[in-house]
């Protein structure tokens, strides 16, 4: 179980190191589990030393949550007085995502793609 810790962890720090080094938009944790499951994939004998510190990890899941709940609980004293801003940013940043989802989606299906066109039944008698 030390060894399967150990493993992760120095994946962990080698994708910390690597993003820190070449300055990549990205986070040191999902390097170092790019570069993991390259190792994974390579020898594949190394995922049996991992599975056991993984499901280990995975049971205990819950309990790497509570210092993001603490933090959340601890700065929330700074965010009285302007909850009508948050909550007005949380509702047009939700619009806003739902509605550059659909157009993306729309763009993307492309003329002729997913549902009949509408003017096309209706020119079919079909409406």
């Given at each position: ?114 549902r009949p066109d509408t003017a096309a039944q209706r020119r079919s008698?079909?409406?």
């Amino acid at each position: 179980m030390l060894a399967a810790f150990t493993i992760l962890l120095l994946f962990q720090c080698l994708g910390e190191g690597i993003v820190f080094l070449l300055n990549l938009p990205l986070p040191g944790p999902v390097a170092g589990m790019l570069l993991l499951i390259a190792a994974l994939l390579a020898w594949p004998a190394l995922g049996k030393l991992v599975e056991e510190g993984a499901n280990i990890l995975l049971s205990h899941l819950s309990l790497l949550f509570i210092p993001a709940g603490v933090g959340i609980v601890a700065t929330a004293a700074s965010g009285s007085g302007h909850w009508g801003a948050i909550l007005a940013s949380l509702v047009a940043s939700t619009v806003l995502a739902m509605g550059v989802t659909g157009l993306l989606l729309r763009g993307l299906d492309g003329p002729g793609q997913g549902r009949p066109d509408t003017a096309a039944q209706r020119r079919s008698g079909d409406a």
